[in-house]
């Protein structure tokens, strides 16, 4: 199982670029790397997923270097509303029995 | 279109009790999972099933049991309710499991074990 690493809490203020890095040694060659964010009282909503490289979207960048064993989830311009907690996923599902874990997240807390 | 919706919102069980968290998806997804959140902690992986008629257990599967007869419903049953089941429980579903492996995930349903 691919055991993911994450920092338990980062501060940060409005307007500031959010990078958040997520370790997995362990990481297997056909493992994706899938970001997600929680709200108090919500199910985890997706942001971004990648397989290596770099990877945008309209909310977040992905960064993975060569090796795959970490990536960064990057935040441009936080705002007070991306207070939430951030969790990084490694892995696949299949009928093999290979399951997905949710590490403990990351807490971020954005402050005016 | 929905998305991924659970019933009930909220339940309180007596010890010894048993209920089914019900979980239906709309997206027509072969995979569905079902998560349990304690208070400040990760999500744990408790069911999960990669299609009708196939499940396997996940990382906390002990007092809880699911079946998958359609597509669309993966109910989750709790037999002899205890206090340690005090959780929010979360319902999910993907594509599949490699390729589309993105989780959608439906509201949660809080349940109290007194």
């Not at chain 1, 899938?34 to 290596?52: A, L």
């Not at chain 1, 991306?82 to 029995?97: I, K, M, S």
């Amino acid at each position: 199982l691919a055991k993911t690493t994450q920092p338990i809490s980062m501060d940060s203020y409005e307007g500031q670029e959010v990078n958040i890095t997520c370790s997995h040694n362990n990481i297997a060659t056909n493992d994706y790397i899938t970001w997600y964010q929680q709200f108090p009282s919500q199910g985890p909503r997706f942001i971004i997923q990648g397989y290596k490289t770099k990877v945008t979207n309209e909310v977040a960048s992905l960064f993975i270097p060569a090796d795959r064993k970490s990536s960064t989830l990057s935040l441009p311009r936080v705002s007070l509303s991306d207070t939430a907690v951030y969790y990084c996923l490694v892995g696949v599902v299949n009928t093999g029995g290979f399951k997905t874990i949710f590490g403990a997240g990351t807490r971020l807390f954005v402050k005016a | 279109n929905a998305g991924v919706t659970q019933t009930p919102k909220f339940r309180i069980l007596k010890i010894g009790q048993s209920m089914t968290l019900q979980c239906t998806q709309d997206m027509n997804h072969n995979y569905m999972y079902w998560y349990r959140q304690d208070p400040g902690m990760g999500l744990k992986l408790i069911y999960y099933s990669v299609g009708a008629g196939i499940t396997d257990k996940g990382e906390v599967p002990n007092g809880y049991n699911v079946s998958r007869s359609t597509t669309e419903d993966f109910p989750l049953r709790l037999e002899l309710a205890a206090p340690s089941q005090t959780s929010v429980y979360f319902c999910a579903s993907s594509l599949d499991g490699s390729t589309n492996p993105t989780q959608y995930f439906g509201p949660g349903t809080r349940l109290l074990v007194l």
